[in-house]
């Protein structure tokens, strides 16, 4: 049987940022990725990681597009990293034009995004983190397509 997720502990930012770039290794055009966690759960440190995995160079700084709302970075295709923390409602997502980003072209990453779970395409990866302590994380991932689980192990262990 497929498996649709897997379970990661990860102590370390440095640790989030190795799922994530594995993760990014998998992706490919089209793929959009839904990051769900609390306040200061490392979203962002794990959008840094999948930045990494798809090529964008160690140069480019990731950080959080809390009030650009949208950054965008070139790797070996265009990554959008998406944080709907600061917008109130729906409306104002699609009045920013952020659901173009979903169905584009390019790989999607978005923050809080189960705010609007409406927004997201039907297949889509997702990302789970949880604070355990200061330094642990909890990061489940849910299967963006069949076999997926399969990859991501595969990249993992590379
Ligand atoms: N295992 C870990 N993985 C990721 N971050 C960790 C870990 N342990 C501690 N941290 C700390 O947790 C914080 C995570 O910050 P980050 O900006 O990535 O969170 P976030 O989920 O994007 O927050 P926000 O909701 O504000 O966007 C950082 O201060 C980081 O140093
Ligand atoms: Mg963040």
């Known amino acids: 049987m497929r498996e649709v997720s897997v379970t990661f502990r990860t102590s370390s930012p440095k640790e989030t940022i190795q799922l994530g770039q594995a993760l990014g290794k998998c992706l490919q055009e089209g793929d959009v990725v839904a990051l769900v966690g609390d306040l200061g759960s490392g979203k962002t440190w794990f959008v840094k990681g999948l930045a990494l995995g798809l090529g964008v160079g160690p140069d480019q700084v990731v950080t959080s597009p809390s009030f650009s709302l949208m950054n965008e970075y070139e ?19 699609l009045d920013a034009g952020l659901d173009d980003y979903l169905h584009g072209h390019g790989v ?8 609007w779970p409406e927004v997201l395409p039907e297949r889509h990866w997702k990302v789970r983190i949880a604070i355990l302590d200061e330094h642990s994380r909890e990061i489940t991932l849910f299967a963006g397509h069949p076999d997926a689980i399969k990859v991501l192990k595969y990249q993992l262990n590379k």
């Open 108 to 115: 999607a990453v978005m923050e809080w995004a189960d705010r």
């Open 75 to 93: 790797g070996r295709c265009t990554l959008f990293h998406i944080d709907a923390y600061r917008l109130e409602a729906v409306s104002d997502f």
